[in-house]
């Protein structure tokens, strides 16, 4: 346990003195936002919603898609 207490306090103390890197930390967590919360929503809507109402309709969309894929190639 004492090794894990040296570790998280070596990245404290490193994290804690850093001031060009909070920065970039912070620039770089405010992109992964960006990109997962606020683009997901408009670039990745809930497509199969609109296939079904049940999890069975949805799962018989995806296989008969699966299928049409397989079939073609």
């Known amino acids: 346990m004492n090794v894990f207490k040296k570790v998280f306090l070596f990245y404290y103390e490193g994290f804690r003195s850093m001031t060009l890197g909070k920065t970039l930390w912070i620039i770089i967590l405010i992109k992964l936002f960006i990109m997962f919360a606020i683009l997901k929503v408009f670039f990745f809507p809930n497509f ?26």
């Open 48 to 73: 199969l919603s609109s296939k079904g109402d049940t999890k069975e309709e949805k799962s018989e969309y995806i296989v008969n898609e699966m299928e049409k894929r397989t079939i073609n190639n």
